[in-house]
């Protein structure tokens, strides 16, 4: 009787180790979970409030952008997607200026940066090409300068562009998504030069013109 109750009490003893270590794996992936999102969170929230501290806010549209909130999804004018990741920028006629920061290229997952009819100034970043799930940029009726980044051509899913009415200057790319962009993205420009513009830029070849298309009537005969 007594072996009986041993083998009992051993049955129970490593089920409950089963359990411990089973309770300690389920809460190592809790806090694992946890620690990327927090992460994860500040990597967007602190790209996101370096932009804040860029731009001059007199309207105060940004106050709910603060940055002891791991996780910017609480923010107005910021959309994420159910993984709590950035995916929409939505700052159009907020009567923002400063300058666009580099730090913009971290979110990964963006799909739609809006800044249309605000004031800003400066250059675009080279480093928005690498928002490579980037949908819509519209950056219409601000203050840009310099010239479009080509690295803007490597974003393949844009589908929506509209850099027109600000004072960008030079030749606009055409590698990559350029290509299927027209003249409406980049209007008002004055400054600005290339095939899609219709305006030559200084020092290039005359743009080729295909000859037209030969007449597909028969040459009467003289017989």
């Known amino acids: 009787m007594r072996f ?5 009490e051993a049955g129970v003893f490593r089920t409950w180790l089963e359990m411990e270590r ?3 794996a389920s809460v190592l992936v809790l806090l694992f979970m946890v620690l990327f999102s927090h992460i994860h969170g500040n990597l967007e929230g ?18 709910s952008w603060d940055p002891t909130l791991y996780n910017p999804c609480t923010w ?6 159910a993984d709590n990741s950035v995916i929409r920028v939505d700052l159009g006629s907020a009567d923002l200026s400063g300058q666009l920061v580099p730090e913009l290229g971290l979110l990964k997952n963006l799909q739609f940066l809006q800044f249309q009819d605000n004031n800003i100034s400066g250059k675009i970043p080279s480093e928005l090409g690498n928002l490579t799930n980037l949908v819509s940029l519209d950056l219409y009726l601000n203050r840009f300068s ?6 803007l051509g490597n974003l393949k899913k844009l589908r929506f562009l509209d850099l027109s009415s600000n004072k960008l200057k030079g030749e606009v790319p055409s590698n990559g998504s350029f290509a299927v962009f027209t003249p409406v993205s980049f209007a008002n420009n004055k400054h600005l030069c290339g095939r899609v513009t219709g305006k030559r830029c200084p ?21």
């Open 76 to 81: 107005l004018h910021i959309t994420c997607n």
């Open 22 to 24: 089973e309770t300690k």
């Open 146 to 151: 310099g010239s479009i980044p080509r690295t």
């Open 203 to 223: 020092g290039s070849p005359p743009f080729y013109t295909p000859p037209p298309p030969l007449s597909s009537g028969k040459v009467p005969s003289i017989y």
């Open 4 to 8: 009986n109750e041993e083998i009992d």
């Open 46 to 63: 602190d790209a996101l409030h370096m932009q804040r501290s860029s731009l001059n806010d007199p309207r105060g549209v940004l106050q």
